[in-house]
C-alpha cells in the first residue's frame, strides 16, 4: 500500500472507532423502545380452545433483545410504559431481574390502565402454532414524546427498536420517528428491525414509513421475505442487502434463514453484510434445532449479533457466531425470553465449530 493510502486507511480506521467506541460517554450500552406483553399459554401441548390454565410470562420484542444482551455481560435498559396496578409491578419485577434496567419506565397511574395481552399455544406437527393478541389500548399505546426525559437520547451506545412498535397506532408511530431522530442527531447508533406483522399494518403501510427512518439506521435486520414483499427487492438475499446500503446511510445488514421441517424441528443460520468493508459473512447453520418454544429466538438472534458488534470493533463474523448460537439455543427455552448466559453461549460455539465425538452432558 502506498503511503498515502496507510494514511487514508488510518483515518477511516480513526473516524470508525471514534464513531462506534462511545463506552466513555454512555451510562448504557443498549436501551429499547418496545412495548411490554403478558403472555398466556396453556401448559404443554394443551389447546386453547379446551384448556382450564394458564402459565404466565412476560415478553415483547424489544424487551427479548435487551434482556438477550443483558445476559451476555452488557447494560441495558427498555423504554416502556406500564400500569402502576400489580401486574405492572409483575412485570418490572421480571425485567429486573434479567438485569434490565427500569430507569425509564413510564407509568399510567389512570383508571383504565392496562397492559398488552397475548395467548400463544404450541404446535406440533401438521399444527402449526397459534398466537391471539390483546394489545390495543394498553398503557404504551399512550406513550408521549413530551414524556420521554431529554437525558435518554445521549444515554447509551445504541438504541434499538423494531416495525412492530411503529406498527401499533399512528401517534406511537410519530413518537418513535421522533425518538429515532433525537438519539440520531446525539450521535447514538440505531439499530432496526423490520419484523413486520401482517395483523398490525400492511406491506404498503410498512414501507411507507420504515422508508422514511433508514436514513438513521446504522444496523439494519430484515429477512429475505421481507424485503421481496414489503420492500420490493429484486436479486438475490445478498444483491437485496446491499442495496439497502446503497441507498441508504446503513452500516451493517443482516438477514436471518430459517427453515421449518416441523414445528418441533429447524434449521436456523444467518448472513451479514458490512458496507464499509463491502464483504459477507455467514457460517454453517444450526441443523435440526430440538425446537420447544421458538417465540423471541429471532430477537435472541439480534442481541447475540449487537453483542458481538458493541464489544469489537463492529466485527461481523464475531456478530454471526453469537447471533446464530444465541438464537439457536433460545428455540429450546421455553417463554419468549432467553436465559443463555455468554458462558453458555460461548460453550455452543465452541461446540459448533467442534468435529469428532463431543459429550453428550455438559458437567
Same mark, same amino acid.
Given at each position: 500500500?502506498?503511503?498515502?493510502?496507510?494514511?487514508?486507511?488510518?483515518?477511516?480506521?480513526?473516524?470508525?472507532?471514534?464513531?462506534?467506541?462511545?463506552?466513555?460517554?454512555? +451510562?448504557?450500552?443498549?436501551? +429499547? @423502545?418496545?412495548?411490554?406483553?403478558?403472555?398466556?399459554?396453556?401448559?404443554?401441548?394443551?389447546?386453547?380452545?379446551?384448556?382450564?390454565?394458564?402459565?404466565?410470562?412476560?415478553?415483547?420484542?424489544?424487551?427479548?433483545?435487551?434482556?438477550?444482551?443483558?445476559?451476555?455481560?452488557?447494560?441495558?435498559?427498555?423504554?416502556?410504559?406500564?400500569?402502576?396496578?400489580?401486574?405492572?409491578?409483575? %412485570?418490572?419485577?421480571?425485567? !429486573?431481574?434479567?438485569?434490565?434496567?427500569?430507569?425509564?419506565?413510564?407509568?399510567?397511574?389512570?383508571?383504565?390502565?392496562?397492559?398488552?395481552?397475548?395467548?400463544?399455544?404450541?404446535?406440533?406437527?401438521?399444527?402449526?402454532?397459534?398466537?391471539?393478541?390483546?394489545?390495543?389500548?394498553?398503557?404504551?399505546?399512550? @406513550?408521549?414524546?413530551?414524556?420521554?426525559p431529554q437525558e435518554v437520547y445521549s444515554a447509551s451506545r445504541c438504541f434499538h427498536t423494531t416495525g412492530?412498535?411503529?406498527?401499533?397506532?399512528?401517534?406511537? !408511530?410519530?413518537?418513535?420517528?421522533?425518538?429515532?431522530?433525537?438519539?440520531?442527531?446525539?450521535?447514538?447508533?440505531?439499530?432496526?428491525?423490520?419484523?413486520?406483522?401482517?395483523?398490525?399494518? +400492511?406491506?404498503?403501510?410498512?414501507?411507507?414509513?420504515?422508508?422514511?427512518?433508514?436514513?438513521?439506521?446504522?444496523?439494519?435486520?430484515?429477512?429475505?421475505?421481507?424485503?421481496?414483499?414489503?420492500?420490493?427487492?429484486?436479486?438475490?438475499?445478498?444483491?437485496? %442487502?446491499?442495496?439497502?446500503?446503497e441507498e441508504y446511510p446503513i452500516s451493517i445488514v443482516a438477514s436471518t434463514q430459517r427453515i421449518v421441517?416441523?414445528?418441533?424441528?429447524?434449521?436456523?443460520?444467518?448472513?451479514?453484510?458490512?458496507?464499509?468493508?463491502?464483504?459477507?459473512?455467514?457460517?454453517?447453520?444450526? !441443523?435440526?434445532?430440538?425446537?420447544?418454544?421458538?417465540?423471541?429466538?429471532?430477537?435472541?438472534?439480534?442481541?447475540?449479533?449487537?453483542?458481538?458488534? @458493541? +464489544?469489537?470493533?463492529?466485527?461481523?463474523?464475531?456478530?454471526?457466531?453469537?447471533?446464530?448460537?444465541?438464537?439457536?439455543?433460545?428455540?429450546?427455552?421455553?417463554?419468549?425470553?432467553?436465559?443463555?448466559?455468554?458462558?453458555?453461549?460461548?460453550?455452543?460455539?465452541?461446540?459448533?465449530?467442534?468435529?469428532?465425538?463431543?459429550?453428550? %452432558?455438559?458437567?
Amino acid at each position: 500500500m502506498e503511503p498515502d493510502g496507510k494514511i487514508r486507511s488510518m483515518k477511516r480506521k480513526i473516524e470508525r472507532g471514534n464513531r462506534w467506541n462511545m463506552e466513555d460517554k454512555r +451510562t448504557f450500552d443498549l436501551l +429499547t @423502545l418496545g412495548q411490554l406483553l403478558l403472555r398466556l399459554s396453556p401448559p404443554g401441548n394443551e389447546r386453547l380452545v379446551r384448556g382450564d390454565t394458564f402459565e404466565k410470562q412476560v415478553g415483547g420484542a424489544e424487551l427479548n433483545v435487551a434482556v438477550g444482551v443483558a445476559l451476555l455481560g452488557l447494560h441495558t435498559g427498555i423504554i416502556s410504559k406500564l400500569p402502576s396496578h400489580d401486574v405492572g409491578s409483575f %412485570m418490572k419485577s421480571k425485567i !429486573r431481574s434479567y438485569g434490565v434496567s427500569d430507569d425509564f419506565f413510564l407509568y399510567d397511574h389512570s383508571p383504565s390502565a392496562r397492559v398488552g395481552i397475548y395467548y400463544y399455544e404450541n404446535g406440533a406437527y401438521p399444527r402449526k402454532p397459534k398466537v391471539i393478541y390483546d394489545r390495543s389500548n394498553s398503557s404504551f399505546y399512550s @406513550l408521549n414524546i413530551d414524556e420521554i426525559p431529554q437525558e435518554v437520547y445521549s444515554a447509551s451506545r445504541c438504541f434499538h427498536t423494531t416495525g412492530i412498535t411503529l406498527a401499533l397506532n399512528q401517534k406511537l !408511530r410519530d413518537t418513535t420517528v421522533e425518538m429515532i431522530r433525537r438519539f440520531k442527531a446525539a450521535g447514538t447508533l440505531v439499530s432496526f428491525d423490520v419484523n413486520f406483522r401482517g395483523n398490525l399494518w +400492511t406491506g404498503e403501510e410498512a414501507r411507507e414509513c420504515i422508508e422514511k427512518i433508514l436514513p438513521y439506521v446504522d444496523i439494519f435486520f430484515c429477512s429475505e421475505d421481507t424485503a421481496r414483499l414489503t420492500f420490493k427487492k429484486t436479486g438475490t438475499a445478498r444483491e437485496m %442487502m446491499k442495496s439497502f446500503t446503497e441507498e441508504y446511510p446503513i452500516s451493517i445488514v443482516a438477514s436471518t434463514q430459517r427453515i421449518v421441517h416441523s414445528p418441533k424441528r429447524h434449521t436456523f443460520g444467518s448472513v451479514m453484510y458490512d458496507a464499509k468493508k463491502q464483504e459477507y459473512y455467514e457460517e454453517e447453520p444450526y !441443523r435440526d434445532i430440538e425446537v420447544v418454544d421458538r417465540i423471541g429466538s429471532g430477537d435472541a438472534y439480534i442481541s447475540g449479533a449487537l453483542y458481538g458488534l @458493541l +464489544t469489537s470493533d463492529f466485527d461481523c463474523a464475531k456478530a454471526i457466531r453469537y447471533g446464530n448460537a444465541t438464537s439457536a439455543v433460545k428455540n429450546t427455552i421455553p417463554g419468549d425470553l432467553p436465559s443463555s448466559n455468554l458462558e453458555e453461549i460461548e460453550t455452543i460455539i465452541r461446540a459448533h465449530y467442534q468435529t469428532g465425538q463431543q459429550s453428550e %452432558m455438559a458437567r
